[in-house]
C-alpha cells in the first residue's frame, strides 16, 4: 500500500544534540512537508520541498533543516539552535496543483521529546 | 495574512446525537477548505475538502460540510456521532499562491 512512512516514532534528545527524522513515501507525490504540532495550536509549517534539491522555508524554519536528494525522501534535522524542540512532528505530501489546493497525506507522525 | 479559527476548543457529546463543529477563516478570496481528522498519535487523514460548486460537501464517514462565504465559515457536521468519531479534528484553508493555514483543532470526545 502506499503511504507516507515516518521514523523513529518516539525520540529523546539530550539539549544541545541536532537529531534527524525520516520521512519516506512511495506516492510518486511532489510535493512533500513538515510541519509541527504543538497543543492548541494546530499545525505549522516549517519547510516545504515541491521538486527534489529544492526547499522553502516555512513560517517557523528557524532551529531547522533540511534536504530532498531524492524524490522520495524528505528528513527534517532539529538543531541545537532550535529553543523549544518538543512535539509532534508531522511529515506530508502532495501531488501538485496550486498552492493551497493540494491534498495532504499525512504520516503517522515523531514524537520528539527533550530530556 | 490568513487565518483560521476554530472557537471550541473540547465538545462533548453523546453518542447518538448530532455534531457541528465550527470554522471561521480570514480573508477575502475564494478559499480551497479542508478537514481533516486525527486519531491520537497519528497523522491527520481528510475528511472532506471544497474547491468551488455545491457549497455543501459529502466526506467519509458520514460528515458533510457548508461554505457560506458570507459568514467565512466551513462548519462540519454529523447527524449521528458514534464512539469512534472520538478524535480531533482540524479546519484548514487554502489560497492560490499561499500554502495552507491550519486552525488549532476541537478534540471531540463522545460519551457512551
Known amino acids: 500500500d502506499g503511504g507516507i512512512t515516518q521514523s523513529p516514532k518516539y525520540l529523546f534528545r539530550k539539549e544541545g544534540q541536532n537529531v534527524t527524522l525520516s520521512c519516506e513515501q512511495n506516492l510518486n507525490h511532489d510535493a512533500m512537508y513538515w510541519y509541527r504540532q504543538d497543543p492548541g495550536q494546530g499545525l505549522r509549517l516549517i519547510y516545504y520541498s515541491q521538486i527534489v534539491n529544492d526547499f522553502q522555508k516555512g513560517d517557523i524554519a528557524e532551529g531547522y533543516s533540511v534536504s530532498r536528494e531524492k524524490k522520495e525522501s524528505f528528513p527534517l534535522t532539529v538543531t541545537s539552535a532550535q529553543k523549544n524542540p518538543t512535539a509532534f512532528y508531522l511529515c506530508?505530501?502532495?501531488?501538485?496543483?496550486?498552492?493551497?489546493?493540494?491534498?495532504?497525506?499525512f504520516g503517522a507522525g515523531s514524537r520528539l521529546t527533550v530530556l | 495574512a490568513q487565518s483560521v479559527t476554530q472557537p471550541d476548543i473540547h465538545i462533548t457529546v453523546s453518542e447518538g446525537a448530532s455534531l457541528e463543529l465550527r470554522c471561521n477563516y480570514s480573508y477575502g478570496a475564494t478559499p480551497y477548505l479542508f478537514w481533516y481528522v486525527q486519531s491520537p498519535g497519528q497523522g491527520l487523514q481528510l475528511l472532506l475538502k471544497y474547491f468551488s460548486g455545491d457549497t455543501l460537501v459529502q466526506g467519509i464517514k458520514g460528515f458533510e460540510a457548508e461554505f457560506k462565504r458570507s459568514q467565512s465559515s466551513f462548519n462540519l457536521r454529523k447527524p449521528s456521532v458514534h464512539w469512534s468519531d472520538a478524535a480531533e479534528y482540524f479546519c484548514a484553508v487554502g489560497y492560490a499562491g499561499n500554502m495552507l493555514t491550519f486552525g488549532g483543532g476541537t478534540r471531540l470526545m463522545v460519551k457512551p
Open positions: 506530508a505530501s502532495s501531488m501538485i496543483r496550486q498552492a493551497g489546493a493540494n491534498v495532504l497525506t
